[in-house]
T-cell receptor, first 114, second 116 residues
Framework: NAGVTQTPKFQVLKTGQSMTLQCAQD?????MSWYRQDPGMGLRLIHY???????DQGEVPNGYNVSRSTTEDFPLRLLSAAPSQTSVYFC?????????????FGQGTRLTVV | AQTVTQSQPEMSVQEAETVTLSCTYD???????LFWYKQPPSRQMILVIR??????QNATENRFSVNFQKAAKSFSLKISDSQLGDTAMYFC?????????????FGTGTLLAVQP
């Protein structure tokens, strides 16, 4: 049972480059989300999706795009990387109906923008 | 806006002793869920314990228990018989019951070091 798979685990980008962080889940969860984790700030929600074809912004959406063409995949795109986007990124999924169910997290992507 | 506050950036405890991590939150909702997640050095986020706000009984999971004070909006985590494997960052998190999504709001975390 793979759960939530994130790729890559590490990435270094130059300022201005673009890239896509991949996230896939095999649990048929409706709800998927992206968080960034920065020292002293906890995890902050970037974008989320309640199902295929539906996405919305979280707390810190600027500089990021998402799409949800299938239930399984929820990629996060950095359009033009900036040093302020240096962070650890987590993808998470959970079934939409059961709010007390834990969110399942990927192993994170450590992104450095130089 | 809902917020979660963890006022202890770092804590240390001796192996086999008990430690309590603090968490307070702010919300106008009456129904919601609270969670404690553990993040060891591997970076993996692991659910430790959860609490439904409509339940008065405090949740327990083996050596982990919570003290949930709804009126005070407080949700502390007690770890008994601390083990070296408990060394990790601990995050308190909140999600409301009535919203359209499962958005989690996290605190800033407490880094716990268990000393041998």
């Amino acid at each position: 049972n793979a759960g939530v798979t994130q790729t890559p685990k590490f990435q270094v980008l130059k300022t201005g480059q673009s890239m896509t962080l991949q996230c896939a889940q095999d649990m048929n969860h409706e709800y998927m989300s992206w968080y960034r984790q920065d020292p002293g700030m906890g995890l902050r929600l970037i974008h989320y999706s309640v199902g295929a074809g539906i996405t919305d912004q979280g707390e810190v959406p600027n500089g990021y795009n998402v799409s949800r063409s299938t239930t399984e995949d929820f990629p996060l795109r950095l359009l033009s990387a900036a040093p302020s986007q240096t962070s650890v990124y987590f993808c998470a999924s959970s079934p939409a109906m059961y709010r007390n169910t834990e969110a399942f997290f990927g192993q994170g992507t450590r992104l450095t923008v130089v | 806006a809902q917020t979660v506050t963890q006022s202890q950036p770092e804590m240390s405890v001796q192996e086999a002793e008990t430690v309590t991590l603090s968490c307070t939150y702010d919300t106008s909702e009456n129904n919601y869920y609270l969670f404690w997640y553990k993040q060891p050095p591997s970076r993996q986020m692991i659910l430790v314990i959860r609490q439904e706000a409509y339940k008065q009984q405090n949740a327990t999971e083996n050596r982990f228990s919570v003290n949930f004070q709804k009126a005070a909006k407080s949700f502390s985590l007690k770890i008994s018989d601390s083990q070296l494997g408990d060394t990790a960052m601990y995050f308190c998190a909140f999600t409301d019951y009535g919203g359209a999504t499962n958005k989690l709001i996290f605190g800033t975390g407490t880094l716990l070091a268990v000393q041998p």
